[in-house]
């Protein structure tokens, strides 16, 4: 199977800036959705989400 060489650099359009690598540092956020835990009280589920380290909270 033929192996893929192209860079980061060249897998963009110009104007956009490739993804950081996994060591590099994300500008990304992670949620977690309250209606996956529907069934848990709203202070449970913000517990779970500090608890876990996710950034924020998806109230639905």
């Known amino acids: 199977m033929p192996q893929n060489n192209h860079s980061q650099s060249q ?26 835990l529907y069934h848990l009280k709203l ?3 913000f517990n779970i989400a500090r ?3 996710f950034d924020g909270v998806e109230l639905i």
């Open 43 to 45: 202070s449970e589920i």
């Open 51 to 53: 608890e876990c380290d």
């Open 11 to 36: 897998n963009t359009t110009k104007g956009q800036q490739a993804a950081p690598s996994a060591a590099g540092k994300a500008d990304i956020s992670i949620s977690l959705s309250a209606g996956t």
